[in-house]
């Protein structure tokens, strides 16, 4: 008993001596930017790693700053280790994108292209005699078609385009009815134009033989003392129908000054 308590109170003694010593080696050990330092037992080599009495397990554990070194202190039985501090990463930016350009065909400034029109459609003249009843209803004197009422005159022009056909090779026929709607007077007439034209319900009635039989009609302006362009407005509701077609006779046009039949047209 005398004996351990003798080594008892050297190994105590030595450890009073040796914090001291400890704690200047490791302030000689500090590096910036760790964070911890951790002091764990370690069995002395003196008394072995499964002496009896050993240190206490824990004999000092202290905050600190240390290197990367890990120090063993000879004689004190504990070891010091040096854990880095994480170093944390430095704040990202984040990049916003920049707004999308808006990506036009059309040069800046200019005003988009006009749409392409439809194309014509083709001439009833292209490929085709043109059989034509001409007159004005009920006026034998005026032409064939006079002598005719409308579904008559129909048919009638029909059968005669036919004929035509069947004779004229490579090229059709078309059977077409041409009614004087404008009709030149060598009378003056209310409206000054020295003009007479037809109704609508009588218009109508050529139209709907038209349609029924398949032939194309013809309204004829004879103009008088009229301006062709505005003539031919008058006719334009009728016009929006693919079947209709407009004839002018400019043998009596006769200007503004001018009297049918007396001056000559142009």
């Not at 039985?77 to 059309?106: K, L, W, Y």
Request: proline share 13%.
């Amino acid at each position: 008993m005398p004996y351990r308590r003798v080594v008892y109170s050297c190994v105590l003694g030595v450890l009073l001596l040796a914090i001291p010593s400890v704690h200047s080696g490791l302030a000689a050990w500090e590096a910036p930017g760790q964070t911890a330092v951790s002091f764990v037992d370690a069995p002395s080599a003196e008394h072995g790693a499964d002496a009896p009495n050993a240190p206490s397990p824990s004999i000092l554990r202290a905050a600190g700053a240390l290197g990367t070194a890990t120090p063993s202190v000879p004689g004190v039985g504990f070891s010091a280790t040096a854990t880095p501090a994480p170093v944390a990463d430095p704040p990202q930016a984040i990049a916003t994108p920049a707004p999308m350009a808006t990506v036009s065909d059309e040069p800046p400034g200019e005003a988009p292209p006009e749409p392409t029109p439809p194309a014509p459609a083709a001439s009833v003249l292209s490929t085709n005699q043109v059989v034509v009843f001409y007159g004005y209803p009920d006026h034998p004197g005026l032409g064939v078609l006079g002598t005719y009422e409308p579904a008559d005159a129909a048919l009638a022009v029909r059968w005669q385009a036919a004929e035509y056909d069947r004779i004229n090779g490579d090229d059709g026929a078309t059977a077409m009815l041409d009614l004087v709607y404008a009709q030149a007077q060598a009378d003056p007439t209310e409206n000054g134009l020295y003009l007479r034209y037809l109704p609508d319900d009588v218009v109508q009635r050529y139209l709907a033989a038209a349609h029924k039989f398949d032939v194309e009609l013809t309204l004829d302006l004879q103009i008088g003392r009229g301006d062709p362009l505005d003539e031919v407005r008058k006719i334009e509701r009728y016009l929006r129908d693919p079947r209709v077609h407009v004839a002018i006779d400019p043998e009596y046009a006769v200007g503004p000054q001018g009297v049918p039949i007396e001056t000559p047209g142009t």
